[in-house]
Each structure stands twice: as C-alpha cells, then as structure tokens.
C-alpha cells in the first residue's frame, strides 16, 4: 500500500472514532446528532476503501440519509435533555476504570481479530455464480445462496412498521408552516430524480452494486422529502392500499419462496431457466415495498382515514 | 496518477476534519447544521476523487446517491428539529 | 495537454474547498458563514467535477459527472436559503461592525 | 508499512465496538443509547467486511449480512425513537 | 399414516405465521377467524411434525437446493421439535385467550385487538425459524423477529409503565444481538463458514478466535435469555406486558434464546465445553435460581412473581452446563429441552390463569385475589396444576426433567449441583405455595358484580397446565434418552 493511502485511511478511521466519541457523549444534544450522521458519511466513504461499494450505497442511502432525517426529526419532538449537575461530575470519576476497561477490551479484541486467518467463502461463491442467475455477487447471496436471510429482514422491517404505527398516528400530520417556496420547488426538481435513480439502482443490482436496499432507500427519501414539503398522503392511499403497499414485498417473496417448493423441489430453489427472471421480480416487489415501508417508518404512524365530509 | 487522487482525497479529509472544529463550536444549530452541509459536499468530491484513483464506476453511483441526499438532512432539520412555528402537535398519540 | 487542464481544475477545486473552511471557521456569524460556503463548494465541487470529466473519455461518464453537479448546486442553494431563513426565524441577527 | 494489511481497520472497528458498548451502559439518556449502538454495530460491520477482504478474493456473504445488518439496524432503531418519543410524551 | 413430508412442514411451520401476520396487516381488520385458523394449522403441522421426527430422527433440508457452507441449512432435530411442538401449544392457547381477552372493538382495546394478532404470529413464526435454524447469522436475523415482535407486544397497552419496560427490553435485545454478531464474525473470521455441521467438524477449542467468538456468542444470548446478571429488564416487560403476551414471552421466547445457547453447546461448540466454562455457567445459574427465588418470595403482585419465577427458573436450566461437562450428554440435554418444554407449558398457563384471576379480582395484589370459587376456581386450578409442574412433582413433565437431571449429577457426583438442584426446588416450592397460600386462605371478595369469565379465559390455561402435567408420563417413552438425542449432537 503507497504512504499516502496509509495516511488517508488512518486519518479517516482517525476522524470516525472522533465523531462516534462525539456522537455518543457531546455535550448537546444536537450537537451530537449531527457528529453521529457525519460519521455515517465518512463510514460510507470507508466502505468504498474496503472496496465494498455495495454497502456504501446501502449507507450512503440509508445509513446516512434516512437516519439521519429520523434522528433529527426524532430530536425535534425531544424536549431538553435532564441532566443534573451532580451526575455529570459522577460521571468523571467514574470514566477511570471504563477507560481502563475499555482499553484492555479494545486491546484483546484486536489481538484476536488480528490473528484470524479469515478463510472466507470468496471461493465458493464464485464456483456457484454461474448457476446463480445474477452477474452481482453480492445480488446473488442475497437473493439466492442467502435469500432466507433476506426474506426473514424484510419481515423484521414490516414488524418494525407494524410496531410504530401500533403506538399511534402518524407524526407528519401536524405540519408548520412552509418556510419559502424555496422547498416544495426543490422538492418538484428532485422528486423525478428520486423515482428514476431509483430504477436506476434496481437495474443495475443484476449486474454490480446496487439493487433492492439502496433502491428502496432512494425512493422512500423522495417520499419523506416530498412530505416535508407539504405533501399529504393521498385520501386513496389510506387504509388498505397503503397497508398492502407495505405489507407486498414479503408477500411477494414468500411466493417466490413456497412456488419454489412446487417448481424446483426446494424451499427458494429457482428453475434455472427462470432464476434470472424470478429473482427480478423479487428484487422489484422488495425495492418497491422497502421503499414505502420506509417511509412509513419515517411517518411514525398509521396516517389516519380522514372520514368523508370533514376537510 | 493515482497518487494524485488520493493526495487529493486525502487534502479534502484533512479539510474537513479542521471544519469539524465548527460542528463543536457551534454557537448555534445553524452553524452545526452548516458543517454538516461542508462534509456532504466534500464527501461527494473525496468520493469521485476515489473514483478516479480506482477506476470503480459504482462510487459515481455513491457521489450521486450523496448528491441527492444532501438535500434531506437539512430539509428534515428546518421542517422538524427547528422549525419556524412550532405547532403544537399531539405527538401522535391516540386521542 | 487536456490531462494537465483536468489536474489544474481539480487542483483549483481543492483550493476553493479549503477557502470555504477557512470562511467557515474565520468568519463572525452564521449568515457570513453561509455566504462563504455554500458559494466556495458549490464552485469547488464543479471545478473537481470539470476535471474529472476531462480525465475520462466516456461520454456517459461525463454525464454523471455533471448530473451530481447540478444536484449539488440545486440542493445546496436551496439549502443555504432554508438555513438562513430559519436562522433569522430564530432571533439570529446578522452581524454588523 | 510493515502492519498487516486491515490493522488499521481492525483498530478502529474495536474501538467503535468498546464507544459503542461503553456508551450503552454509561449513558443515561436514551437516544444517547441508541447512538451508542449504532456505533457499536457499526463497529462489528467493520470487522466483518475487513476480514472479509483478507482472502485471495473478495468475499461477497460478510457484504451480504452486513447489508442485512444495516437494514435490521435502520429497522430496530426506528423503533427505539418511536418508542422514545412516546415515553418523552408521557413524562410525569 | 401418510403425512406430508418434513420439508413441506417445516416450509409451512415457518412461512405461514408470516403470510398470514402481513394479510391480517394488509387487511386492517381484525377476523378471529382467520387467526385461529391459521394458529390450529400450525399445531397440526407441529404435531405431524413431532410424529414425523419420532419416526424418522434428524433431518436435514437445504434452502434453494444450495449445499453449505455456501447456502442455509434447516436442521429438525428431536430438541428442536420438542420445542417447536411447546411453541405450537403455547401460540394456540394465546391466540384463543387473546381473542377472549381483547373484547371490544372501540378503544384502546379495540386498536390492540387489531395489533395483538399480526405481532403475535410474527413472534409465532420467528421463533418457529429459530429453532429450525443452523446457520450462525440466520439465527441472528430470526433472533431479531422474535425480539421485535416481542418488543412490540410488550408496548401494546402504550401505558407509560409497559413502553418503559418495552424499551427497557429492547435496548437490551439488541446489547445482546450485537455482542451475539460480534461472535458470530470472530467465528467466521475464522472458519469462514456460519453452518453449524461445518463448523463443528472444524472448531479448534484451543484456538484463541474460537474462544472469542463462543464467550461473545454466549454472553449475547444470556442477554437475550436474562440470565442472571443480566436479567434487569426481564420482571418488567414480562410483568407489565398484557397476560397473553407475558405468557409468550416468559414461557418461549426467553427460552428460544436458551435453547440457543443449549443447541451451540452441545452443537458446534461442544468441544469448548471444559470443567471451566461449565462451572462458570452454572455459577450463573446458581446466582439466577437464588435472586430470582429469594425476589419472587417478596413480590405482592401477581404477575410480578410469575416473571421473577422466570428468572428463577433459567437459572435452573442454566445447570445444565456443568451437569453436561463429562459423562454421556445426551440425557443432560434431553433434561434440559423437556425442562424448557415444561416450563413453556406450565409458565404460558400461570400468566393466562393470573390474567384472569386479576381480571376477576380487580387488583394485581395477591392479598385481594379472589377464591376458590365461582368461575375462578378453574382459574386457581391451572395454577395449581402448573405449579405441580414447575416444582417437578410427580407425574409433570417437569419431574421428568429434573429426574434426567438428577440421573446426572448423581453418575458424575456431582454433589453440588445436586444440592443447588434440591434448593432450588424448594425455594420454587416456597414461592408458590406462599401464592397459594395466601390466596386460597385469605381470599377477598372481589368487585361486584363480578367480570364475566368467558371459557377463551378459562380453557387454555388449565389444558395447557394438564398438558404440562401429563407429558410426563409419556416424556420418558419418547426416546429422549436414548437413541434419538444421541444424534443430535452434529458432527458427532
């Protein structure tokens, strides 16, 4: 490796520790939000120089973007933080022996991982790629060698969905008023881009980095942002529809999933002929379903069914 | 060639990383908020300035994907952590 | 020779970059702050953008290039706006001599 | 350079791990501990796709889980600030 | 008999709670019959299941026809169904009481009704994928459903108290998950395989990363698990939470995450299984079985004891892994699935049955319970059933249990344990007959006119409590010692 790239790496994990530190234990609130999304972004960068750009597209999107939007809209509804003077000066002192024990940890930690020979399973699924219906790799863990996987994380987002929206209503329905017509203009400027980007990404999962997630992610921020800017979930969408929008990507997969049961004899087993179709099809529905599930999350809460005659 | 690229990736970090002085200094939202935009947009030059070390065409797709991000932080910051008239809104509780 | 146009920009890029820092850290109020900024990256981000796109020779790669430009350039001046505006909604009074 | 190639990631990814695991049980306030564990998780991504990096080919199943990883993450923590929200309404 | 195979069973133990929580979602509406449809369908599916694996032992289903290391396993083992079967009856009992137990249709009631069954089927299937599970990172993901769901069961009243404890649990949850992730990345760090099989056949207990991962991995699940000391949020969520879902969470998810750590250890990281890290397992246990006993004595809620119980409970389970350090393992852990089993089954029926006595009674104190009468006497007999077959008497399977146990500790002499095992007995003797005791004798009134007691509130708890008292008779025919636990150590 050239010094220089030593030197970058080094003073990017170097700036990462700093703002997780910040993020964790700045001393207002805001402040250490904003350390915290700066190190989603440099976190992002770090995925690109471990040469895995598909997670720094999944982080760029997600990790940075909608958090983000999550943790400040979260903090927006936060009153201030309660801290008695007393326990901050606990807190010191009793900093020693967590230092000295997190020290030690750090220490052990990296020794061991240090010494792991790290086989990997590299080979493998390079030996299986050409049967396995995608030219992606990672598309290919993902949606076939590992598609279980995948299927069971869908299902953990929409029981996160159903989580929130059984705690109560939406959080967005209450808006202030629009500063500037600055933003719902931008919004109208970005707003297709986000829709095609997102297909973009979805194209290009068969191939190389890209796919469902990042694509989902690109098109529930479109969402989140046009709502910000004023817009309302539409009356038609209420209820059922939007239910159904959030819900069909794992309905979707689990059809997949059981026709392969019928088609090929194995739970998720493709028909070779049809493995790059099907997976496809999959990839869409959950990008799609990502994407509303997604901005459901960011709602907060099942918008409510306006009933007819009130405005 | 390449060692340009990352002379220059590394240039835009160590920017960057003095600019964070701001994020801690603050005084107010505003200018935290204003950081954030600084390492947005650095984050997309030091990405295509990787690019160009690597050759990886998907990193155009992360600096793209930054770009049109960007807008979302600074949106959700002006329309929910700080917004103009607070409202007085139920939390979203179940009346 | 469209090589060494391609490093002078980036170069020039770099610069402007560490201009907006310095506006960043040096200057007295938000306001000023913003001014100095968000007018530096957007020109910074361009010029490293412009050389780039001399360095490559593929047209659809220029394209992207100049399609995160003026991304960039859209959001961040609606950006600069959204934050001033709140800025000033919040009591913050622009510094004067 | 004589470090083994990953050393640095590896250090880092530990000490992310020990803020991240640290901040969880130290701080008092709960979206402090939300931060705390993103952190900590990210750190455990890190050491996934680096030792993922250290065969004769990249290993392409750490890039899968942490993928998974991130949207389980994204996913839990949307929860835990709705939940925090809530809570922070209901204060006595 | 001609059943279907045990891939197309499994394929519906795991896929149908998921198909059917996204269309009650989906369909925003609340039609009880659907769910209990669906919950009698995966019983009969478990139960053929059961059928299956007596007849035919281990098996082995490769998901998309992939092999491992490449692709994801599900292994059907004996302790696995024994597991999956105690799942069924618990889910079953749950979703008819919660039918019975969120009556109206306005209200609060009416917004948990619509949630509760949707969760519940999500926690249903989670916890049915976990235990088919054999892959290290698959198991995360499962983890994780069954986790949030629960999470999201506990917040379900939205009461300060219950989101307090939910998040409580929660944060928890997910200390452990990543503590659990860290291990399983040290272990493919070093094996560069997740498969159970695979890694089994090549872990090297002396190897430093092995060591790393198998602490990581296991002070995750304890998390999980609420092992003592790690056991605060537990008394919380499974006290506060609404009576059927402390049901699920006290009687089968704290136990999935136990199985877990029972399934890796007498699995793939049986080797590391030395006099060391048994000793200090069941230290662990010994501590947990004590200050959940001695807390569970002092409680004046209802629930409150139940899920201090729990605590205690695990900590006996817990013994397992010093019982399990030389000698012939499988009855050790054949003892210890059956104790799981029992105390699925017995702890499910005393949260049912103390949902309705304080429904009955109007207060969560046990001094103002009511008595042994009217409709609440079949209430008080579930309680009484299953705390027979927490105490281990004979015939419940919880004495089948603990009688595998004791077999142990008296071939390898270990006199200790069997001295912390007979305590703790007692001390579960102590709490629940002072529940008993101060009820039954010092009833009070109740409000008047008195709740209706509808059967959905009566029914599944005492058949639950009879199951767990009858098993037993039958628990030592079902092979447990003998051939078909003797496979279930793979690789071995």
């Known amino acids: 490796m050239h010094p220089v790239e030593v030197t970058f790496d080094a003073l990017l994990l170097f700036s990462m520790v700093v703002l997780a530190w910040q993020g964790v234990h700045a001393r207002n609130m805001f402040r250490a939000v904003v350390s915290f999304m700066m190190f989603g972004l440099l976190t992002a960068v770090a995925w690109v120089r471990l040469e895995a750009p598909d997670i720094a597209l999944a982080e760029a999107s997600l990790g940075a973007g909608l958090t983000g939007a999550l943790l400040l809209a979260t903090l927006g509804r936060l009153g201030p933080e309660r801290r008695g003077p007393r326990r901050r000066r606990a807190m010191k002192l009793s900093m020693l022996p967590w230092l000295a024990l997190g020290l030690v940890g750090t220490t052990v930690l990296l020794a061991v991982t240090l010494s792991l020979p790290a086989p990997g399973l590299g080979e493998a699924v390079l030996a299986a790629m050409p049967a396995a219906g995608v030219d992606s790799p990672v598309t290919a863990v993902l949606l076939n060698f590992r598609a279980w996987d995948t299927l069971l994380e869908i299902g953990v987002m929409l029981l996160a969905v159903i989580a929130l929206w059984s705690l109560g209503q939406d959080v967005l329905a209450s808006t202030s008023r629009l500063p500037a017509p600055a933003l719902p203009a931008l919004v109208r400027v970005l707003f297709p881009l986000f829709v095609l980007s997102t297909f973009y990404l979805l194209w290009r999962g068969g191939h190389g980095p890209g796919g469902a997630f990042p694509a989902g992610a690109l098109l529930a921020a479109g969402l989140v942002l046009a709502l910000l800017a004023g817009a309302r979930v539409p009356e038609r969408m209420r209820g059922a529809p939007l239910r159904w929008a959030v819900g069909g990507g794992l309905f979707a997969f689990l059809i997949v999933a059981v026709g392969g049961m019928w088609a090929a004899g194995a739970f998720f087993a493709y028909p070779p002929q049809h493995a790059s179709i099907l997976i496809a099809i999959v990839e869409i529905a959950a990008g799609l379903s990502i994407g509303v599930m997604l901005t459901a999350l960011f709602l907060g809460g099942e918008p409510t069914e306006v009933r007819r005659g009130r405005t | 060639m390449t060692v340009f690229y990352l002379a220059g990736a590394l240039f835009l970090l160590g920017n960057v990383a003095v600019a964070l002085a701001r994020v801690l200094r603050g005084p107010t939202a505003a200018d935290r908020m204003l950081s954030g935009e600084l390492m947005g947009t650095t984050a997309v030059a030091v990405l295509l300035l990787l690019y160009g070390a690597t050759g990886i065409e998907a990193l155009l797709d992360v600096a793209l994907v930054f770009a049109i991000l960007a807008a979302m932080a600074v949106v959700t910051f002006v329309r929910r952590t700080w917004p103009e008239d607070p409202v007085d809104d139920n939390g979203g509780e179940t009346p | 020779m469209i090589m060494m146009a391609g490093t002078v920009l980036i170069v020039l890029g770099l610069l402007f970059f560490l201009s907006g820092t310095v506006g960043l850290l040096r200057f007295p109020d938000v306001f000023t702050r913003l001014h100095a900024l968000s007018k530096a990256d957007t020109l910074a981000l361009g010029l490293v953008c412009a050389g780039l796109a001399l360095h490559a020779d593929d047209g659809a790669l220029q394209l992207k290039l100049l399609l995160i430009w003026l991304l960039v350039i859209v959001s961040g001046a609606t950006c600069s706006s959204l934050i001033a505006r709140a800025a000033l909604a919040h009591g913050i009074r622009p510094w004067q001599r | ?92 | 008999m001609d059943l279907p195979s045990t891939a197309v069973l499994v394929v519906v133990l795991v896929t149908l709670p998921l198909a059917a929580a996204t269309l009650l979602f989906a369909s925003g509406r609340q039609p009880r019959t659907l769910t209990l449809a669906a919950a009698l369908l995966l019983t009969v599916a478990a139960l053929a299941l059961g059928w299956n694996v007596h007849i035919e032992g281990v098996s082995v289903h490769r998901i998309g026809g992939w092999a491992a290391p490449l692709g994801i396993h599900w292994q059907v083992t004996p302790s696995g169904t024994v597991m999956l079967l105690a799942t069924a009856l618990v889910g079953l009992a749950g979703a008819v009481y919660g039918a019975g137990y969120f009556l109206h249709r306005a209200g609060p009631e009416g917004r948990m009704a619509r949630v509760f069954m949707p969760l519940w089927l999500f926690a249903w299937g989670g916890l049915n994928a976990l235990f088919v599970a054999a892959d290290l990172f698959n198991l995360y993901v499962a983890l994780e459903v069954m986790t949030l769901a629960s999470v999201a069961l506990v917040a379900l009243s939205a009461r300060r108290m219950a989101l307090q404890a939910a998040m409580r649990y929660l944060l928890a949850g997910l200390f452990g998950s990543v503590i659990y992730l860290l291990g399983v990345a040290l272990l493919y760090g070093q094996y560069g395989v997740l498969d159970f099989d695979a890694l089994a056949t090549m872990l090297d207990p002396d190897d430093p990363g092995s060591r790393a991962g198998a602490v990581a991995l296991t002070v995750g699940l304890l998390a999980k698990a609420a092992i003592f000391p790690l056991h605060f949020w537990l008394p919380g969520a499974h006290g506060r939470a609404e009576p059927p879902v402390s049901a699920l969470l006290s009687g089968l998810v704290v136990a999935a995450a136990f199985y877990l750590m029972l399934r890796l250890w007498f699995g793939p990281l049986a080797g590391m299984l030395n006099f060391g890290a048994g000793t200090l397992l069941g230290v662990l246990g010994a501590g947990a079985l004590l200050w959940g006993g001695v807390l569970a004595l002092l409680q004046r809620r209802l629930k409150m004891l139940v899920a201090y119980s729990t605590v205690s409970q695990f900590g006996f389970a817990m013994l397992v892994f010093p019982l399990a350090v030389s000698g012939n393992r499988a009855p050790v852990l054949a003892g210890g699935t059956l104790l799981l089993a029992n105390h699925a089954l017995a702890k499910a029926a005393l949260f049912l049955a103390a949902g309705t006595l304080v429904r009955a009674s109007g207060s969560e104190r046990i001094g103002q319970l009511v008595g042994f009468s009217g409709r609440a006497r079949w209430a008080w007999l579930a309680v009484i059933l299953a705390s027979a077959a927490l105490i281990g008497l004979p015939p419940t399977l919880g004495f089948s249990a603990k009688w595998l146990l004791l077999q142990a500790a008296v071939t390898e002499g270990a006199w200790w344990w069997l001295a912390v095992m007979l305590g703790g007995t007692l001390l579960t003797f102590a709490y629940l007959g002072r529940l008993l005791e101060l009820a039954l004798l010092d009833a009070a009134p109740g409000p008047s006119p008195p709740p209706v007691l509808t059967p959905a509130l009566l029914a599944p708890a005492l058949l639950l409590a009879l199951l767990a008292c009858v098993t037993g008779l039958w628990a030592f025919d079902f092979e447990l010692d003998g051939k078909a636990l003797a496979r279930l150590e793979p690789g071995s």
């Open chain 4, 1 to 92: 350079m004589s470090l083994p190639p990953g050393t640095l990631f590896l250090l880092a990814s530990a000490l992310l791990f020990a803020i991240g695991t640290h901040g969880l049980v130290t701080c008092r306030h709960l979206l402090r501990k939300v931060l705390a564990l993103n952190v900590a998780t990210t750190g455990v991504f890190l050491l996934l796709v680096t030792l993922g990096r250290s065969g004769t080919t990249v290993d392409p199943v750490p890039h899968a889980m942490v993928l998974t990883g991130i949207v389980v993450a994204l996913s839990t923590t949307a929860v835990a600030l709705g939940l925090i929200v809530r809570l922070e309404r209901r204060r006595p």
